[in-house]
């Protein structure tokens, strides 16, 4: 009899797993695959929608187009989680599985940042993105200010993208010169795992006159006055706050008891929690690494073979490393690469390739290939 294997959440880890599950164990396993929305998009994507060179539909893979034996889509919002038993509820029904992997990502909390939602803008949502790009229009001159609320966040480099596309939008528009533009962060550095990296993504900033602010972190807006109430009790003014919202587990994951100091901790060699055949991979998962959709996909690989070892009667060969490469764009069509390695080392690795302009089709390539093997288009 086929072993039952729930997915909960399908972005880069969980449709990696189910891929790979449906590739490699069709005849031992059967995949149901849950996710509250109806499509899939990546999350660089969103920069296109920001600034106009794509729209919403533009980037939304739905996952009705999903063609994978042995793999079950369903559109449902996951309600509870019971990891012991391994049931899962959703407003559609229940789930008993026989190996449960929970990779859900991580929810945006607006309101732990009070104002936010009255007088921010964001962009690490497609509707964000699309409130933000109709906002654009209307700043004129003034500060813009990029406001990283928590940590950890999803893509690190993203805070700092942003900043950089802002500058090349400006630009185009003429209006740079009356513009201010600055990032803060609660970070001593942009991206903290090497100095190199760091200083890379500085010297981008400097030679476009965007501030960092280190060490600093928003904990209120207030709307009406356009000023930022910073942890350290000072306050700094904008015209227009851009923020990179606070991130949490979902509510399901946080109530099912499977979270620990806010996430999901789990065994680093093969994403396994301490619920027996339950594993956590992607952003919901307790790491010392950074959460991004790449880390997720090559966790799914990890998951994918200790499933299939296990049902051998085996042991996983190759433990998981959190290594990776994601894109980060510096502007004028240029992208560059970090590649990166957090857990096969003694200590986290990480480089900066380019940027060039063959490193932005690369980029191209990198999504075209995951559609086409998730989505078969």
């Given at each position: 009899?086929?072993?039952?294997?729930?997915?909960?959440?399908?972005?880069?880890?969980?449709?990696?797993l189910?891929?790979?599950?449906?590739?490699?164990?069709?005849?031992?396993?059967?995949?149901t695959?849950?996710?509250?929305?109806?499509s899939?998009?990546?999350?660089?994507?969103?920069?296109?929608v920001?600034?106009g060179?794509?729209?919403?539909?533009?980037?939304?893979?739905?996952?009705?187009?999903?063609?994978?034996?042995?793999?079950?889509?369903?559109q449902?919002?996951?309600?509870?989680?019971?990891?012991?038993l391994?049931?899962?509820?959703?407003?559609?029904?229940?789930?008993d599985?026989?190996?449960?992997?929970?990779?859900?990502?991580?929810?945006?909390?607006?309101?732990?940042?009070?104002g936010f939602?009255?007088g921010?803008?964001?962009?690490?949502?497609?509707a964000?993105?699309?409130?933000?790009?109709?906002?654009?229009?209307?700043?004129?001159?003034?500060?813009?200010?990029?406001?990283i609320?928590?940590?950890?966040?999803?893509?690190?480099?993203?805070?700092?993208?942003?900043?950089?596309?802002?500058?090349?939008?400006?630009?185009?528009?003429?209006?740079?010169?009356?513009?201010?533009?600055?990032?803060?962060?609660?970070?001593?550095?942009?991206?903290?795992?090497?100095?190199?990296?760091s200083?890379?993504?500085?010297?981008?900033?400097?030679?476009?006159?965007?501030?960092?602010?280190?060490?600093?972190?928003v904990?209120?807006?207030?709307p009406?006055?356009?000023?930022?109430?910073?942890?350290?009790?000072?306050s700094?003014?904008?015209?227009?706050?851009?923020g990179?919202?606070?991130?949490?587990?979902?509510?399901?994951?946080?109530?099912s008891?499977?979270a620990?100091?806010?996430?999901?901790?789990?065994?680093?060699?093969?994403?396994?929690t301490?619920?027996?055949?339950?594993?956590?991979?992607?952003?919901?998962?307790?790491?010392?690494?950074?959460?991004a959709?790449?880390?997720?996909?090559?966790a799914?690989?990890?998951?994918?073979?200790d499933?299939?070892?296990?049902?051998?009667?085996?042991?996983?060969?190759q433990?998981?490393?959190?290594?990776?490469?994601?894109?980060?764009?510096?502007?004028?069509?240029?992208?560059?690469?970090?590649?990166?390695?957090?857990?096969?080392?003694p200590?986290?690795?990480?480089?900066?390739?380019?940027?060039?302009?063959?490193?932005?089709?690369?980029?191209e390539?990198?999504?075209?290939?995951?559609?086409?093997?998730?989505?078969?288009?």
């Open positions: 009899m086929k072993k039952h294997v729930v997915i909960l959440g399908a972005g880069f880890g969980g449709l990696e189910a891929t790979r599950l449906s590739d490699s164990l069709a005849e031992d396993v059967r995949v695959l849950i996710d509250q929305s109806d899939f998009s990546f999350g660089f994507a969103k920069l296109d920001l600034l060179r794509k729209t919403a539909a533009d980037v939304m893979l739905p996952y009705r187009d999903i063609s994978k034996e042995g793999v079950e889509f369903r449902e919002r996951v309600a509870s989680i019971d990891p012991v391994r049931r899962v509820t959703t407003d559609g029904g229940s789930y599985a026989d190996v449960l992997a929970v990779a859900l990502g991580a929810d945006y909390d607006f309101e732990a940042t009070p939602e009255e921010g803008s964001e962009y690490y949502s497609v964000g993105a699309e409130r933000l790009r109709d906002v654009l229009p209307s700043f004129d001159s003034g500060t813009i200010l990029i406001g609320l928590g940590h950890p966040f999803k893509c690190p480099p993203a805070p700092f993208e942003g900043a950089l596309l802002l500058h090349d939008h400006l630009v185009e528009r003429g209006i740079r010169a009356g513009a201010e533009i600055r990032v803060i962060g609660p970070m001593a550095a942009p991206v903290p795992i090497t100095k190199e990296l200083k890379s993504i500085l010297d981008a900033l400097g030679e476009r006159g965007i501030e960092y602010v280190p060490r600093q972190r904990v209120e807006l207030d009406r006055s356009k000023r930022a109430r910073l942890e350290s009790g000072d700094v003014s904008y015209d227009l706050f851009v990179i919202p606070v991130h949490r587990v979902p509510a399901a994951v946080e109530s008891g499977l620990v100091d806010g996430w999901v901790p789990v065994d680093p060699t093969n994403l396994a301490r619920f027996p055949d339950v594993y956590a991979l992607g952003d919901v998962a307790a790491l010392p690494m950074a959460k959709g790449v880390f997720a996909e090559t799914a690989a990890v998951v994918a073979d499933i299939a070892a296990r049902l051998r009667g085996e042991e996983l060969q433990h998981y490393e959190g290594a990776g490469s994601c894109y980060i764009e510096f502007g004028g069509g240029m992208v560059g690469k970090v590649e990166a390695n957090f857990l096969g080392g200590a986290p690795t990480a480089r900066l390739v380019g940027p060039s302009q063959d490193l932005a089709r690369e980029k390539v990198f999504a075209s290939t995951r559609r086409a093997r998730w989505f078969g288009s």
